[in-house]
């Protein structure tokens, strides 16, 4: 899945990338969140690709009240023809997503530690989107998108067992030409990114916080800094016994394997 990634390349970096016309300036993100406006690149019925800002976090166009509604920040490859939440968005509003990388989690007792994941050869990716306008009760228009997953490669499978898709800058026109309307000639685009595409290192507790949102958040961390982090997430109990008994404590500073 992705529930938090960042933009850090230049906007002019990331308008040559993927060719929209304009030139908007926005400020680099290292935390982006659920339900904050993202930077979204779409193409009308001419060809022309566009930058639009649009809400993450899908509502369909039929829906009536969004309170209570799932907030749907991703979308299943395997099942997105089927979901009535998608099947139209898939097939007439297909997007990408600029990004430089994105965080997940992995759990390892009573600790979960994150971790940047970024192209092994660097550079700005587009993750694979799709789109709605849902209108409110007032005629308000809210441009919304969702990322589209699928079932992780073997190496990215050892964090999570989902992973976005990622559309590869030859398949760009193809993925964003809707005007055919169907969508099943693009199936063959959904698909996890490929093995040892994507590099990694844990990162530190503060992407927790979304109101953190500085370089600083995708730097790896150091051995004894995970150890710390490791060690500040343990039960209290456990930390006391710890301090009880400085020889096992000195042995076992909690970090074992990261994978």
């Not at 969140?33 to 009308?44: G, M, R, S």
């Not at 590869?168 to 996890?192: K, Y």
């Not at 290192?201 to 109101?211: D, E, F, I, L």
């Not at 995970?226 to 997430?233: G, K, Y």
Request: contains cysteine; proline residues 10%; hydrophobic residues 40%.
């Amino acid at each position: 899945m992705c529930g938090r990634y960042v933009i850090a390349s230049p906007p002019e970096v990331m308008r040559h990338f993927f060719r929209y016309a304009g030139q908007p300036n926005f400020p680099a993100r290292y935390n982006v969140a659920p339900t904050q406006p993202v930077p979204v690149v779409v193409e009308d019925t001419g060809g022309a690709r566009s930058f639009e800002l649009m809400r993450w976090g899908l509502l369909p166009a039929w829906l009536k009240d969004p309170r209570g509604f799932p907030l749907m920040i991703n979308a299943r490859s395997e099942t997105i023809l089927e979901k009535a939440a998608f099947r139209n968005a898939i097939r007439r509003r297909r997007c990408l997503l600029p990004a430089d990388g994105y965080y997940e989690w992995q759990a390892s007792g009573s600790h979960k530690q994150a971790y940047f994941i970024y192209p092994r050869e660097g550079g700005p990716f587009g993750f694979a989107g799709i789109a709605e306008t849902w209108t409110g009760p007032n005629g308000e228009e809210v441009d919304t998108v969702a990322i589209v997953t699928a079932q992780s490669s073997p190496d990215l499978a050892v964090l999570h067992q989902r992973a976005p898709i990622v559309i590869a800058p030859d398949d760009f026109d193809r993925w964003l030409d809707c005007r055919s309307g169907d969508a099943r000639e693009i199936l063959p685009l959904l698909q996890p990114p490929a093995q040892h595409a994507f590099a990694w290192h844990p990162v530190s507790a503060a992407v927790n916080r979304v109101s953190n949102d500085d370089p600083r958040l995708i730097e790896p961390l150091t051995e004894e800094a995970l150890a710390r982090e490791v060690e500040a997430s343990a039960p209290k109990q456990t930390r006391v016994q710890r301090v009880s008994h400085p020889p096992v404590a000195k042995v076992d500073q909690g970090q074992g394997s990261l994978f």
